[in-house]
């Protein structure tokens, strides 16, 4: 770009209220994959202070991801996190849908530990696909968090997740020969820790 290219392109952000260091999620795009996350507040296991509550929440999830035309690929809630692939055209809708259910069941959890005002919920994370490459990684990232946490030894054991439904719909013979193809490597490395 030119320096008044540069210029006009800053202009344009901050006439529109955006950021200048991230690209827009342009309204009306066509459906793409994204990888949403989304942690509680300083990696606390709010979600998993029991298992009906995680129950409760991954169903509120599930709901909440599918609704509006959306198309939930995969997911899988953790006691401090929660992973999901979701197509959508409307990210923003999306994202803003996802905050109103951190806020709902914020409200009732802190109403049930009688401290209103506890954050709950740190923002929520996305990260459109950019290969089928990326995808599968991701699908197997997000089915072996269980594992990698230490929560299960083999990630079709948890249950709150999408990974007993999955496996059923592609066989343990893909499913072996995705993991083997599309390997995780570094994937999520760092960002999905709590901080020491």
């Known amino acids: 770009m030119t320096v008044e290219e540069r210029e006009e392109a800053l202009r344009e952000r901050r006439q529109r209220r955006?950021?200048?260091?991230?690209?827009?999620?342009?309204?009306?795009?066509?459906?793409?994959?994204?990888?949403?996350?989304?942690?509680?507040?300083?990696?606390?296991?709010?979600?998993?202070?029991?298992?009906?509550?995680?129950?409760?929440?991954?169903?509120?999830?599930?709901?909440?991801?599918?609704?509006?035309?959306?198309?939930?690929?995969?997911?899988?809630?953790?006691?401090?996190?929660?992973?999901?692939?979701?197509?959508?055209?409307?990210?923003?809708?999306?994202?803003?849908?996802?905050?109103?259910?951190?806020?709902?069941?914020?409200?009732a959890w802190n109403g049930e530990a009688d401290c209103r005002g506890r954050t709950c919920w740190h923002r929520c994370a996305d990260r459109a696909m950019r290969s089928d490459a990326h995808v599968f990684a991701t699908i197997n990232y997000i089915h072996h968090n269980p594992v990698h946490h230490g929560y299960v030894e083999q990630w079709t054991q948890w249950p709150f997740s999408s990974a007993a439904d999955y496996l059923d719909a592609i066989g343990q013979e893909e499913a072996k020969r995705r993991w083997k193809q599309y390997p995780l490597l570094d994937y999520g490395k760092g960002w999905d820790e709590p901080e020491m």
């Not at 999830?61 to 509006?68: F, G, S």
């Not at 929660?82 to 999306?94: E, F, K």
Request: aromatic share 6%; proline share 8%.
């Open 18 to 107: 955006l950021p200048h260091h991230s690209p827009p999620h342009f309204a009306g795009d066509a459906p793409r994959l994204y990888h949403l996350t989304a942690a509680c507040y300083e990696h606390r296991p709010i979600v998993g202070l029991s298992p009906n509550r995680m129950a409760e929440f991954e169903a509120e999830l599930v709901k909440t991801l599918r609704a509006e035309g959306r198309e939930l690929a995969v997911w899988c809630v953790l006691p401090n996190h929660w992973h999901a692939l979701v197509r959508t055209g409307d990210l923003r809708g999306t994202t803003k849908a996802v905050g109103r259910l951190h806020g709902r069941m914020s409200h």
